[in-house]
Antibody, heavy 118, light 111 residues
Framework: QVQLQESGPGLVKPSETLSLTCTVS??????????WTWIRQSPGQGLEWIGS???????YYHPSLRSRVTMSIDTSKNQFSLTLTSVTAADTAVYYC??????????WGQGTLVTVSS | QSVLTQPPSASGTPGQRVTISCSGS????????VTWYQRLPGTAPKLLIF???QRPSGVPDRFSGSKSGTSASLAISGLQSEDEADYYC????????????FGGGTKVTVL
């Protein structure tokens, strides 16, 4: 069974960079046609797709975040990562990593709360 | 404001059938398949329905999905107390170089 686990700082200062890593276990991140995705949920809000990195490394980002987001995949560590620059309080959210075949997120991490505050 | 439109809430008594709608456009639901996720309180979202109407193994068959044109629906038959959760629809949107769009979520309450 594929399992995902997010890791990274729980507190980031405004204007700084948020960096999270998702470690995949129980399966290879380098699986044909798999997308590895970051999704967030701000307090009191719904789910928001941040972007996905294809198993081959191609990336797809939310239009409103495209200028601040970078995702990458590290097949040697079976991990994928998210960086979000110039964060503000609006970026405070629970961040989930997820993955699955053909853009369907069948596997999810438990989520990690990231608070943007000085 | 979510790209896909869902009712904020729905409710029913145990055993009833509840339906949740998800309205989109030609660039998302009208062209691409719909996925439904269930988020139980305090837990991560879980895949419920994919490719409009397919259930992953382990999902009870009282959950069903359908799609017509630019709208989709999730039906829960034989509502149970453990179905009390938030439900989200999602789809790929071909506009703006492509991205995933979510509905705002529907809170299902079992009365």
């Amino acid at each position: 069974q594929v399992q995902l686990q997010e890791s990274g700082p729980g507190l980031v200062k405004p204007s700084e960079t948020l960096s999270l890593t998702c470690t995949v276990s129980g399966g290879s991140i380098n699986t044909n046609n798999y997308y590895w995705t970051w999704i967030r949920q701000s307090p009191g809000q719904g789910l928001e797709w941040i972007g996905s990195v294809y198993y081959s490394g191609n990336t797809y980002y939310h239009p409103s975040l495209r200028s601040r987001v970078t995702m990458s995949i590290d097949t040697s560590k079976n991990q994928f990562s998210l960086t979000l620059t110039s964060v503000t309080a609006a970026d405070t959210a629970v961040y989930y990593c997820a993955g699955g075949y053909s853009r369907v997120s069948a596997y999810w991490g438990q989520g990690t709360l990231v608070t943007v505050s000085s | 404001q979510s790209v896909l439109t869902q009712p904020p809430s729905a409710s029913g008594t145990p055993g009833q059938r509840v339906t949740i709608s998800c309205s989109g456009s030609s660039s998302n639901i009208g062209t691409n398949t719909v996925t439904w996720y269930q988020r139980l309180p305090g837990t991560a979202p879980k895949l419920l329905i994919f490719h409009d109407n397919q259930r992953p193994s382990g999902v009870p068959d009282r959950f069903s999905g359908s799609k017509s044109g630019t709208s989709a629906s999730l039906a829960i038959s034989g509502l149970q107390s453990e179905d009390e959760a938030d439900y989200y629809c999602a789809a790929w949107d071909d506009s703006l170089n492509g991205h995933v769009v979510f509905g705002g979520g529907t809170k299902v309450t079992v009365l």
